[in-house]
Nanobody, 125 residues
Framework: QVQLVESGGGLVQAGGSLRLSCAAS????????MGWFRQAPGKEREFVAA????????YYADSVKGRFAISRANAKNTVYLQMNSLKPEDTAVYYC??????????????????WGQGTQVTVSS
């Protein structure tokens, strides 16, 4: 069982930056694939970014590629999402997610087992 707690959300102007953090419980964090998803009002939840257990592989949605960066600190049981050049369309609740393992690109994009409660990110124009 993994418990996830996100933090770092808030209100920022367009063009600004935020860094989200996700703290995980458990001693097996370093073996888990971690992902970030977001859900805007009236829209379905969508994939944002994912990172392999070692941090050696990262994946991004096209809409955030080049602006967002996912990273992890296994010694701190924490995964991060650095968000730069934010746009109003990035406004959403951002969720951290975890799964025990992955094989192949498609695996990183969906079907995560554990989810955090979400943190609100609002980008004003």
């Amino acid at each position: 069982q993994v418990q996830l707690v996100e933090s770092g959300g808030g209100l920022v102007q367009a063009g600004g930056s935020l860094r989200l953090s996700c703290a995980a419980s458990g001693r097996t964090f370093s073996t888990y694939v971690m992902g970030w998803f977001r859900q805007a009002p009236g829209k379905e939840r969508e994939f944002v970014a994912a990172i392999s257990s070692t941090g050696g592989r990262t994946y991004y949605a096209d809409s955030v590629k080049g602006r967002f960066a996912i990273s992890r600190a296994n010694a701190k049981n924490t995964v991060y999402l650095q968000m730069n050049s934010l746009k109003p369309e990035d406004t959403a609740v951002y969720y951290c997610a975890a799964k025990p393992w992955c094989s192949g690109y498609g695996c990183y994009l969906s079907e995560y087992d554990y989810w955090g409660q979400g943190t609100q990110v609002t980008v004003s124009s």
